[in-house]
């Protein structure tokens, strides 16, 4: 058991530590969320608009092959840290992030290109699941090797806060760059700038990185030849070790992954597209739940370091099966307002005229009605009529969304903060417990594949099948569907982890690592 004493020049090259890890795993949380973040645009971009909403799923489709793909990341990297070193390896798996980034903001949509749009992006998006695959272990690996064990819970939930952080950025970035091109301009070519943005977040981190030492118990491993030769073969052929991995995957981050998609992104994707709430204030709803809930990632972390990391997560994942359903029932009755009563003296319509690029007249129409606490719906056409004269109209879109009144708002926040407090829960002291469960000869290895697994397969396809499970419960007796249909599909997961993991996972409080 390594010594908590640690003196001030310790302290300080470890927070260096913490910080460079952390800076570049955020960067790239955020490149790899950009895509989640601006799925609604994607979609009208890179896939035909005959079937809009095949196009989103389409596009949640390929946001979700990214996560799919994180656990062969996670072997490729996993083998190659746990033989090179951590330091390198996840060099370059954020530099594989950036450069994929970066060129999917450079790619033509489909109306330039056609088919080949959404295959380009299929295979930048399966290139950032792999480098991501590698990143995230080599991180939390990186960070706990260098901690004092008591106290690797609070150490290593720095980590964990990256993901939502990247996601935060993320978010301001995009709201950001769409403020300052305007909105039709943002959704015409201004969406590719955060993309591109990426290239400078990535340098910058691979400077801070290449100042990096490698980790000292690896260092120490190293010059004992006590490394594995195969690191694959050791984690999953040994059945002791495969036992452990299964163990992490069913009884912790299978679970830990739906609660984290189902708080974030299902919650974002839920409140524009079933909610139908605008753009910007569904992502300022995500956004400032996100700041305000972060900082409980550190502190559930440093609390697992005192009570044990299998209460905390186990409870997050119980309270998550229980509140969910009851959250989304009052996410939704926020927003709906077949219920509510209209001021009808306060509806107006608002018309506007332009000139497109060939003289053909363009006229939007936008009706704008008020309801009870505040809420608004905003009805807007958008018609064509040629310059030759004729007075025949080509509609070229109508679109509905809502405007949430300040106790609808508010109330949103503080929804989708309970959720965000849940994730907090269950990925705060995640990182600890999996380094804590395998030996440092195969760790890189061993944590990896669970954890990508759940996070990227269980946790990535939520927002993906929880909407396909919206979609298809929509029939011609119930067009509108079931709402909260989707969430059948977390709850089982979380529900299953939780019980496998009260049954097999030990609550360790203070490390107990097999070197």
Not at 38 to 61: G, R
Not at 73 to 93: C, Q, S
Not at 151 to 179: C, E, N, W
Request: contains cysteine; charged residues 15%; hydrophobic residues 50%.
């Amino acid at each position: 058991m390594q010594s908590t004493a640690v003196t001030s020049q310790e302290k300080s090259k470890l927070w260096f530590v913490i910080t460079a890890s952390s800076l570049g795993t955020l960067i790239e949380w955020y490149d790899f969320y950009i895509f989640g973040s601006l799925a609604v645009i994607l979609s009208e971009q890179f896939f035909p608009q005959t079937h809009p909403t095949a196009a989103f799923l389409s596009t949640l489709a390929t946001f979700a092959a990214g996560f799919i793909v994180r656990p062969f990341g996670a072997l490729v990297f996993g083998r190659l840290g746990d033989l090179v070193g951590r330091k390198y390896t996840f060099l370059v798996t954020l530099v594989l992030m950036g450069g994929s980034t970066f060129a999917i903001g450079l790619i033509p949509g489909y109306q330039t290109i056609g088919l080949a749009a959404p295959a380009l992006v299929l295979i930048l998006r399966l290139l950032q699941g792999l480098a991501l695959g590698g990143e995230y272990g080599g991180a939390a690996t990186y960070v706990a090797e260098h901690s004092p064990a008591a106290k690797r819970g609070f150490y290593t939930s720095f980590i964990q806060t990256t993901a939502s952080l990247g996601l935060f950025v993320s978010i301001g970035v995009i709201l950001a760059v769409r403020q300052s091109v305007g909105v039709e301009k943002f959704a015409d070519w201004g969406w590719r700038i955060p993309f591109l943005l990426s290239s400078l977040l990535v340098a910058v981190s691979v400077f801070i990185r290449m100042r990096m030492q490698e980790s000292p118990l690896f260092t120490k491993l190293k010059s004992e030849g006590k490394v594995s030769k195969n690191p694959l073969k050791e984690s999953f052929l040994h059945k002791e070790n495969l036992t452990l991995v299964l163990i992490a995957l069913f009884g912790a981050t299978a679970g830990q992954g739906v609660v984290w998609y189902t708080g974030q992104f299902y919650a974002m994707t839920f409140i524009e597209k079933t909610c139908g709430v605008e753009f910007v204030q569904t992502r300022n709803i995500i956004a400032i739940a996100l700041v305000i809930g972060t900082p409980l990632f550190i502190y559930f972390g440093w609390l697992s370091d005192r009570v044990g990391r299998k209460m905390i997560m186990m409870a997050g994942l119980l309270m998550a099966v229980i509140l969910y359903r009851p959250v989304y029932m009052q996410m939704y009755a926020l927003a709906d307002i077949t219920h509510q009563k209209e001021a009808t003296a306060e509806k107006r319509i608002e018309k506007t005229h332009t000139i497109n690029a060939n003289g053909d007249s363009v006229v939007t129409m936008q009706t704008i009605r008020t309801f009870e606490a505040g809420n608004q719906q905003k009805e807007t056409s958008t018609h064509l009529i040629p310059k030759a004269g004729s007075e025949k109209k080509e509609k070229l879109d109508t679109k509905k969304e809502i405007v949430l009144g300040d106790y609808a708002f508010w109330s949103m926040v503080v929804l989708v903060l309970v959720q965000v407090v849940l994730v907090t829960m269950v990925y705060g002291p995640i990182a600890a417990f999996l380094v804590e469960l395998f030996p440092t000869r195969i760790r890189y290895t061993s944590m990896s594949l669970p954890y990508h697994i759940g996070n990227g397969v269980f946790g990535g396809l939520t927002p993906f099948i929880a909407t396909a499970l919206y979609e298809s419960s929509k029939t011609e007796a119930t067009p509108a569907g079931d709402p909260f249909a989707g969430l059948w599909y977390p709850i089982i997961v979380a529900a299953v982890c939780f019980i496998i993991g009260m049954i097999f996972l030990k609550n360790r409080k203070v490390a107990d690592v097999i070197d």
